[in-house]
């Protein structure tokens, strides 16, 4: 059986076909301002790449904040159940997941069947998301890519405070000023973003099993990070971008 | 290649002023008060506990010589010196900073006094929009404070905010709050929890062919609404008054004042001193205290 998951994020969109549990194929690229068109091209890139035809789907479900624009999927996932099915599925023993996205964060703590047992969101304000990071890289100038590598070679342990995006900016310029490195101050972001997300972990319960998925996943200082405020290790899968495009085509293939 | 100008679009202006109505001082009691803020600073002297001179501009790098800047200008026309001012109070974030000063007073008790005196002893309730965080204070009718709540965690709601919409749509940031009623209708708010949302959400209805005056509607409407939740857990009590550099910008000076279906008092000075004047007031006020108690 074949099944399909878009997840149309608000920075990007990733699409991935399942066949008989396995991914089979993987697409990703911009959403930018026409997320209906994002979608299409994510579903034929990731088809293509197959050589699968849209028949032979026998169903697809969308996921991420675009789903309300992308109306032609065969069924639809909140963003919680596909982030938990996602991970569930990548890594059998995860118990909690921290997706992060560019613009929220979500913590999912499960039950050990895979189901949602609570959850907490921060999508009202971009200190804790990928956002975040990239603005301090612009600042920094530092690619974002490159803000893992910077600040996993920090010398010291140099604590930031703002919590938001426009005044941390003033934060690291000022500390640029200071004649603080790049490196410290890689790292005192990271440890801010670490410490506004064991906040919302408190929440929901600390659990052994931490999985971390979305594009901040890939920095690994981040994931440092957050391994130190938290006193346990963070997985991160393979291909984190496409975990909860994953799990709304899991999702797709539960409800036959 | 030609020269492209760069325009600062968050800038605002600064400015001095010195009382017409006092044009050569013989009085007895000088004292002055400067607040240093994260963004503005200001220098207020009063002569017997009337306004004689001010300045106002932005803070720099270096607090210290913001302080010095500020009364040195304040003082510009007035042919004063340091030594002629018996009492200086230093309120603001940057109060430690100011170095000719007798005394430190925080800026929510300063302000308070400021607006008592610039709006009268009906003030009951004042919002004091500044550049990086926002104030709801309840006072008295001797403008002492009775209750306050801040937001400086966040910069929606604050002049910061406004210096981002003013940079990414190229408009003044003087010139908002006009533009932002030219619109035939008033638009849905863009996101009010944050200026990156924000920011964002405008990037979105720029291309989507919205006019830069409705997407100022928008923000306006958005910083609005966020003021409100502030003043609503706080109380509302009238008189209303708004001091702080946002005062200035009617487009959320109006909306605020439509959403919560009241008037705000209308200002007579630059609603920028308020705390400088209110550090000033209480400096006169301590001075004739001791005064009185060495003449006892």
């Known amino acids: 059986m074949i099944t399909a998951g878009i997840d149309c994020g608000s920075q990007n969109t990733k699409g991935v076909i399942i066949k008989d549990g396995k991914v089979v194929a ?23 790449k197959v050589g ?144 506004r997300i064991a906040s919302m972990i408190r929440r929901v319960g600390l659990t052994d099993h931490f999985t971390m998925i979305g594009g901040p996943a890939y920095n690994k200082g981040l994931v440092s990070c957050m391994s130190k405020v938290f006193g346990r290790e963070i997985v991160t899968p393979e291909n984190n971008q496409f975990i909860s495009a994953i799990g709304a085509a899991i999702f797709a293939a539960e409800n036959q | ?109 300063c302000h308070a006094r400021g607006a008592n005196y610039i709006y009268g002893p009906t003030v009951r309730t004042i919002l004091d929009m500044g550049g990086q965080d926002c104030k709801a204070i309840h006072c008295d009718e001797k403008g002492s404070v009775t209750a306050f709540m801040m937001n400086d965690k966040c910069a929606a709601g604050t002049g910061r905010g406004m210096e981002v919409i003013a940079n990414l749509l190229a408009v003044r940031v003087e010139d908002i709050g006009e533009m932002s009623f030219q619109v035939d209708e008033e638009p849905a708010p863009v996101s009010s929890t944050c200026v990156i949302f924000a920011k964002s959400e405008a990037t979105k209805l720029m291309r989507s062919g919205w006019t830069k ?48 279906g009241i008037k705000a008092l209308k200002p007579t000075m630059d609603t920028q001193i308020a705390g400088a004047l209110g550090a000033a007031l209480i400096g006169k006020e301590l001075v004739e205290k001791k005064r009185a108690k060495e003449n006892q």
């Open chain 1, 26 to 48: 993987m697409a990703l690229l911009p959403t930018e301002f026409d997320a209906d068109l994002a979608a299409q091209k994510a579903y034929e890139i990731a088809l293509e």
């Open chain 2, 1 to 109: 290649m030609a020269e492209i100008e760069k325009v600062e679009y968050w800038r605002w202006t600064e400015s001095n002023w010195k009382n017409p109505e006092i044009p050569d001082w013989h009085g007895s009691l000088i004292t002055a008060g400067v607040d240093i803020g994260s963004t503005s600073t200001q220098a207020v002297i009063m002569a017997d506990g009337v306004p004689y001179a001010y300045s106002n501009m932005r803070t720099g790098s270096n607090s210290p010589d913001s302080a010095i800047g500020a009364i040195n200008w304040a003082m510009q026309d007035t042919g004063l010196t340091l030594e002629d001012i018996t009492y200086t109070i230093g309120t603001g974030y940057g109060r430690v900073n100011v170095p000719f000063s007798n005394k430190t007073v925080t800026e929510i008790t």
């Open chain 2, 213 to 260: 005056e409705k997407v100022l509607a928008a923000y306006c409407h958005a910083m609005a609404l966020r003021v409100v939740r502030l003043l609503e857990r706080n109380g509302m009590e009238l008189d209303f008054a708004i001091t702080g550099g946002i005062a200035k910008n009617i487009g959320v000076v109006r909306r605020i004042e439509s959403i919560m």
């Open chain 1, 52 to 195: 699968v035809k849209k028949e032979d789907v026998s169903r697809l479900a969308i996921t991420g904040v675009g789903r309300e624009i992308v109306k032609w999927g065969d069924t639809e996932i909140n963003e919680v159940g596909a982030a938990a099915r996602g991970a569930k599925f990548v890594l059998p023993e995860t118990d909690t997941v921290i997706d992060m996205g560019a613009d929220s964060c979500r913590v999912i703590r499960m039950n050990e069947d895979g189901s949602v047992m609570k959850y907490e969101v921060n999508d009202k304000c971009a200190s804790g998301a990928g956002t975040f990071i990239e603005a301090m890289a612009r600042a920094l100038q530092v690619k974002t890519e490159e803000m893992g590598d910077f600040s996993l070679r920090h010398t010291k342990e140099l604590a930031t405070n703002a919590q938001c995006v426009v005044f941390a900016e003033s934060e690291v310029i000022s500390l640029i000023h200071a004649k603080e490195t790049r490196e410290d101050i890689a790292y005192g972001v990271h440890m801010g973003i670490a410490n």
